[in-house]
């Protein structure tokens, strides 16, 4: 027979000869005296949530996995995301994965977009800062991105590029190789922002069709030939 204050809850009261026992419920453990339930901490056994944070809660735990990984079916333990599985991941370059992460190998001439993003882009599509002038250092900074193509070829108007900056290629040499197929083209506001930069750099006329490609010899590239 039990008494109102004898505790009673998160198991069942078994009656036994001169008293009672109680018979817990899972995520429960019956007292050294047997006459109440308390909660197991989960939290404390070996192999539980690997690569996560265990969080005891009453009669359960929870697990909260790090990041680059998920619950695995059990929901007891996290396991690595394959992020390369993704289409959307490493665009144009070979995704490795990794635990908890993944790495982006970039192919020759291509390098991971400064954005942070996991996409290689070539110079004939990264766009980056452009300079009017180049005197040792980077000077006269243009007000919005292009490409290096636009920058130092398409438009004339460039005498470095980029962050940390480089200075643009001479005339006529093979310093640019680009992909024959390079198609960029500006926007209606970035022609007009280019002619209007080009009003200052008095020294070069701006010019509205792209570099001529010709073929360098004993090479499988092609490369621009910038105006003088």
Same mark, same amino acid.
């Given at each position: 027979r039990l008494f109102n204050n004898e505790p009673?809850?998160?198991?069942?009261?078994?009656n036994a000869p001169g008293g009672y026992r109680c018979?817990? *419920?899972?995520?429960? &453990?019956? /007292?050294?005296?047997?006459?109440a339930c308390q909660d197991i901490d989960?939290?404390?056994?070996?192999?539980i949530c690997v690569f996560g944070?265990?969080?005891?809660?009453?009669?359960?735990?929870?697990c909260v996995c790090d990041d680059g990984y998920e619950l695995d079916r059990s929901g007891g333990n996290c396991t690595d995301i394959n992020e390369c599985a993704d289409p959307v991941n490493c665009i144009n370059g070979l995704c490795v994965n990794?635990?908890?992460?993944?790495?982006?190998?970039?192919?020759?001439?291509? *390098?991971?977009?400064? &954005?942070? /993003?996991?996409?290689?882009?070539g110079e004939n599509m990264r766009k980056s800062v452009c300079y009017r002038n180049f005197n040792d250092t980077c000077e006269n900074e243009l007000s919005f991105n292009m490409t290096k193509k636009m920058c130092c070829c398409a438009y004339n108007v460039g005498?470095?590029?980029?962050?940390?900056?480089?200075?643009c290629p001479t005339?006529?040499?093979?310093?640019?190789?680009?992909?024959?197929?390079d198609t960029t083209t500006a926007s209606a506001s970035t022609r007009r922002a280019v002619t209007a930069a080009s009003a200052t750099t008095a020294s070069r006329p701006l010019l509205t069709k792209p570099c001529a490609w010709v073929s360098k010899p004993q090479s499988a590239h092609l490369y621009p030939t910038c105006p003088s």
């Open positions: 009673k809850t998160n198991g069942q009261c078994l018979e817990c *419920e899972m995520g429960f &453990t019956p /007292t050294e005296d047997s006459k989960e939290c404390n056994f070996q192999n944070t265990c969080q005891n809660l009453p009669g359960m735990f929870r990794t635990p908890g992460s993944y790495l982006c190998n970039c192919p020759p001439d291509f *390098e991971l977009n400064p &954005t942070g /993003t996991r996409i290689c882009e005498k470095a590029w980029n962050k940390p900056c480089e200075a005339p006529a040499t093979s310093e640019f190789p680009q992909s024959p197929r």
